[in-house]
């Protein structure tokens, strides 16, 4: 991307409601999580579902991860296709023409794996699969109490007999992410709800040992989980994705000393209209900052006390609480409120060293959900 | 499009999550608009910001309309590129980058408009336009409540006296566009609010004639209000924008007897897990049906009685209320929460009629918000 015409500038000029990533800041949250996870003896498998870009996934294999997660097959094809050749699908994958897409992936790149969390679609998965001339990798999802995808944890070994024997299927072992622990805000809470998951996870784990079941892989946790699960020996890889840009839902939870990311991810946004004492309007509102979560943080101009609400689908409204008071054309930075589905927004990220643009990285995988 | 892959498929058979829209609906939802607005002596200028869809702006326009609104510059920019040459600029225009590029859009066309509520930012425009060889039409923009952007009704007419002495200027009139007013539930308590809005309206627009300033358009309302505000003498042009798809929100509010809109824009979406008793998880989260306003509503399959709850960036919950419960593979279809930043979150719309596709629209000001 070295002929953008936003190369060199400040990010400050840039127009705006635009995504900022300060490439510092990222390699920084790469490696820590990367030492982190290594250190602990496990796996690192971040989830490319939070920044769907390619430059970003290259950046965390090349830091030492074995691959990464994915939540959809249309993230899957951009991974394979943009030479990730280990790449896990974390949803199950059910309807007949998704089916056929994952095979093609799986016939390009042999460390391809899904997840399965019934006899039907495991069946389905290995009847296409047989019909492909593919020996498709699968683990056994399982729900650790949120209820979206996934068996319980006493029937995991049961479904995973009725995989092993199947011919289209190779079964490497377990998924278990507890989705729902990610953001519960004691730190405590959060430590005693995983460990109860992790003890359920080593019974299913014993399980499949006697009964001759392949174990190899269990894969879990999440940013707001990792240090607690790389302490247990039940998981061999963490599927943390946020940690590498952060957003206010994570920065609102309690952190053990030290483990917090730094945000390397930011939106600009302009005032384009400040006719009321109690606030101006700036222009980024649903369309350009997802509304889930914790709401965004106002980082700069340095000074500014003010809170972000939604204003509309084009606006943001700032709810000034101290003597500042930004003017029109003036640039506001804030911290978003969800990582994911504010990325998903944006067709690109400005990447910025010193509040210079020093590249441009495309979200490749945005809208990619089907 | 013709050469499109999904041409023929019954829509239940298409990759998902993805939007439909019924052209027979669609058509009737623009048609009725324009009869309806036309029928009251005032023009229908529709909010493209809703559908950021050419194919969709252009039906409009052939059905009549004057042209079309934005929300801002980069939808503009593709309007006239595509060759929708009367465009209002709904939202106040402020930093350089971006009056230059308003500006070369109006060098394109003379009948684009933009809006200004202050005089700092009028004269910054005035200057920009001068400079650029360009007269640019201007409407004062009056904040009628929402404090979002305009000024207030009591200063519109000194705004617009400055306004009139700017060379690069050509005032045109006002906007008014009460958007706290579209979802107010009850139907008289919107239609007074709005005669209090359109009563100050005439007040604002009489100071205009005495002081001999042009007030040949007043644009405002919107798909909750278009009805009340066409019996006002005050507006010369009809803003709505959500009354072509519609969605749960606006389906939510009381509608005077005959003059709700159908959806013609639905989700389709698949069960992909379905290991609990009381429902069943969909493959359409947050990054496919926004999380704003009210919840989707749950249209087909028929006989289905459920609930959808938003499950996570890629997962949807299908609380089950009847005896039905779909399996998984089974495609669910909803009527969006909030039409414009759900159809913002995809690339194309898939436009059916009796059910098997017969085009597929781009969506080419999706992400367009700088």
Redesign the interface.
């Known amino acids: 991307m070295l002929t953008h015409p936003e190369l060199g500038k400040s990010i400050y ?1 840039l ?4 995504l900022v990533v300060d490439e510092d800041v990222l390699r920084e949250n790469i490696a820590r999580m990367q030492a982190r996870v290594s250190g602990a003896g496990k796996e690192l498998r971040p989830h490319a ?1 939070t920044h769907r870009c390619l430059s970003i996934a290259r950046m965390q294999v090349e830091a030492g991860s074995r691959g990464v997660c994915v ?2 097959v249309g993230e899957a094809e951009v991974c394979v296709e943009g030479g990730i050749d280990d790449v896990l699908v974390t ?5 007949p ?2 089916i056929d897409r994952l095979l093609a992936c799986a016939k390009k790149t042999p460390r391809l794996a899904a997840v399965v ?2 006899a ?2 495991a069946s389905a998965l290995s009847r296409a699969a047989a019909a492909a001339g593919v020996r498709l990798s699968v683990l056994i999802d399982i ?1 650790p109490g949120l ?6 944890f006493d029937r995991a070994a049961a479904l995973a007999e009725e995989v092993d024997r199947m011919k289209g299927l190779s079964l490497r072992g377990v998924q278990c992410y507890a ?1 729902h622990l990610q953001h519960v805000h004691s730190y405590e809470e959060r430590r005693r709800a995983c460990r109860e998951t992790a003890e359920r996870l080593e019974e299913v784990l014993d399980a499949f040992r006697r009964a001759g079941l392949c174990a190899e892989v269990c894969s879990g946790g999440g940013t707001g989980s990792h240090w607690i699960d790389c302490g247990f020996p039940a998981f061999t890889e963490i599927q943390a994705g946020s940690y590498v840009v952060m957003d206010a839902e994570y920065l609102a939870v309690e952190w053990k000393e030290g483990t917090r990311f730094a945000p390397s991810l930011t939106l600009l946004t ?7 004492g109690g ?1 101006v ?1 700036v ?2 509102g ?3 900052v ?3 979560g914790a709401p965004p943080r106002v980082l700069r101009p340095c000074g500014l006390e003010a809170e972000y609400e939604w ?5 943001g ?1 700032l709810l000034l609480r101290g003597r500042k008071r930004p003017a ?2 003036d640039v506001v930075e804030l911290v978003v409120s ?1 990582c ?2 504010t990325i ?4 690109e990220i400005f990447v910025a060293r010193d509040g210079r643009v020093v590249d441009v990285w495309r979200v490749e995988m945005r ?1 990619r ?2």
């Open positions: 000029d127009a705006t409601p635009c579902k939540a959809t949803s199950p994958v059910v309807p023409g998704k969390d019934s039907a679609n729900d209820g979206r995808t996934g068996v319980p989705g302009t005032v384009v209209s400040a006719n009321r606030w309007t222009d980024a649903l369309k350009s997802y509304h889930h204003f509309g689908d084009e606006h409204k029109p054309g969800h994911d589905p998903n927004l944006f067709d809208g959900s089907r």
